[in-house]
């Protein structure tokens, strides 16, 4: 997260009130129809990678009220598919502050900053906020947006070229939910499983096997919701599908699911019935473009993700951690 104060000149403000820009979410503009903007996009593009960049989500914000937490995200996607995919970054300007009271700007890890004019606020994709309660009279809280955005919203994309991270709430029925945790819960497992070959084994596995009939039946279930999902399947292959269990408290290592050279999917699928929230643990972390990404383990959510990614589960601390993952690769590899 980056923090800026007095970051642009008087000039340049009053450049963005002379543009009077459209801002609305939802529509991506060239970085050409945002020249009074540039500023704020070089100083992000030092942190993040825009080298993939195709458009720029804007809006802005006057005294907000009850924004209540939320993830910055292809609303389009997410309202259409329920799939969750962020943008490459969060750009807050506060471009005229005066006369609140409140207003802060909260991030789930208890980051608490408060609203400055001129002041510029970038963080990374994932990540959960919220606006505090504020009061005013006669004062303004007033800031503007941005998120870019790799791909044009309201379709999911993901390249080789750019690896990426998608999740997908309440993704099974009910019944199915139930059935594929009750699985979980009560199956075989073994030790040995190796994040990388130089570390020593950690948690426990118990391969889907397709000459079991209940095995198969599980694999059919996620199968058929991730080819439902995600369209852009065609051409790979499901090589391997099982289910994770980590002790509480028990540490993982960073680890690829492929080699960089390798066009791999990995879907993760979280089979616990129950979540204390994000002081519990039990997230996936994902180490992309020099951040940390946490996905909290909300029971029925299932994950994508570029296999190349490094990352790891973290334990839960209160009881096992269970995951089912589900390997794809392409026909070729």
């Avoid at 510029?120 to 503007?144: C, K, Q, W, Y």
């Avoid at 709430?169 to 009560?186: G, H, I, M, Q, T």
């Avoid at 190796?194 to 889907?208: A, F, H, N």
Wanted: charged share 25%; aromatic share 12%; hydrophobic share 30%.
């Amino acid at each position: 997260m980056l923090i800026l104060d007095n970051f642009l000149t008087d000039s340049q403000v009053q450049k963005i009130y002379d543009a009077n820009l459209d801002y609305h979410n939802y529509f991506l503009h060239s970085k050409e129809d945002l020249e009074c903007l540039h500023p704020l996009l070089e100083e992000a593009s030092k942190h993040f990678d825009f080298s993939k960049c195709v458009g720029y989500e804007v809006w802005d914000q006057s005294n907000p009220k009850n924004l209540e937490w939320h993830y910055d995200k292809d609303e389009i996607l997410f309202d259409k598919e329920g799939i969750q995919s962020w943008p490459i970054c969060t750009i807050i300007y506060y471009i005229r502050v005066h006369d609140i009271h409140g207003g802060n700007l909260l991030l789930e890890d208890g980051t608490s900053i408060e609203p400055i004019q001129n002041r510029l606020v970038i963080f990374g994709p994932g990540i959960e906020h919220a606006v505090e309660d504020m009061s005013t009279v006669d004062g303004n809280r007033d800031s503007i947006i941005i998120n870019p955005w790799t791909y044009k919203i309201g379709t999911p994309e993901m390249t080789q070229e750019r690896p990426s991270i998608l999740s997908v709430n309440k993704a099974l029925s009910p019944e199915d939910f139930r059935f594929v945790s009750e699985f979980a819960y009560d199956a075989s497992y073994c030790y040995g499983e190796r994040d990388e070959s130089q570390y020593k084994p950690t948690g426990l596995i118990s391969e889907l096997c397709p000459d079991n009939d209940k095995h198969q039946e599980i694999v059919d279930i996620f199968h058929n919701l991730i080819c439902k999902k995600f369209s852009d399947l065609e051409g790979y292959r499901l090589y391997r599908a099982y289910v994770n269990c980590f002790a509480p408290r028990e540490v993982a290592n960073f680890h690829q699911d492929c080699d960089d050279d390798q066009d791999q999917i990995t879907f993760l699928f979280y089979a616990n019935t129950t979540y204390n929230g994000l002081n519990d643990g039990g997230t996936t972390e994902f180490y992309l473009d020099e951040k940390i990404i946490a996905i909290p383990p909300i029971p029925n959510t299932l994950v994508r993700f570029t296999s190349r990614i490094l990352h790891r589960a973290t334990p839960l601390n209160s009881e096992h951690r269970f995951t089912y993952a589900f390997k794809y690769c392409k026909e070729d590899n």
